[in-house]
């Protein structure tokens, strides 16, 4: 398979090579990290035969990796971020965001949301630390959820918040 990134047809990962799949210190969310949460979603998508667009972004809703695989235009990768950012700033995914809107008054308008699943936060292996989040996009929405909490696990995070 040819991976193009969003620039110029090169993978964007700030870093290190991949890594493979492992829990990841609590408090640290680096690149290498990042490309392991976005590993784990290519993998799943070529699983299922599926083309996606992934970003993964940190906790400030900054682009750590991303990918545009096979067969998708800039818009793919363009709305993967406006998700993963969504999902990084409001704390949860943007699959709920659409009930959010419908339900709270002047929440649509809010800045960054987006009401369509496949934005999915990133918490820590313990459920308590937001470390950034993943946004999907090329496929029906439950596909787009699916593929970023696969990623999620297969680097060790968790993809909502554990309450205590």
């Avoid at 993978?11 to 640290?28: I, K, N, Y």
């Avoid at 991303?66 to 818009?75: C, K, S, T, W």
């Avoid at 709920?96 to 990133?122: H, K, L, S, Y």
Wanted: charged share 15%.
């Amino acid at each position: 398979m040819k991976l193009q990134g969003v620039t110029g047809g090169f993978l964007l990962a700030v870093g290190a090579a991949a890594l493979p799949a492992q829990a990841h210190d609590m408090a640290v969310f680096d690149a290498a990290a990042a490309q392991a949460v976005l590993n784990g979603c290519v993998v799943h998508a070529e699983a299922n035969g599926q083309s996606q667009g992934i970003v993964v972004v940190d906790a400030g809703g900054h682009i750590m990796a991303a990918l545009r695989m096979d067969g998708n235009g800039p818009g793919i990768i363009a709305f993967a971020e406006e998700k993963a950012y969504a999902a990084a700033t409001w704390g949860f995914p943007t699959s709920g965001m659409e009930q959010g809107a419908r339900n709270t008054p002047g929440f649509a308008d809010a800045p960054g949301v987006v009401t369509v699943g496949g934005g999915v936060p990133i918490y820590d292996a313990t459920g308590q630390h937001r470390l950034g989040a993943i946004g999907v996009s090329g496929e029906p929405p439950e596909d787009d959820i699916a593929c970023a909490e696969a990623g999620i696990a297969a680097a060790g995070f968790l993809p909502s918040r554990v309450r205590q």
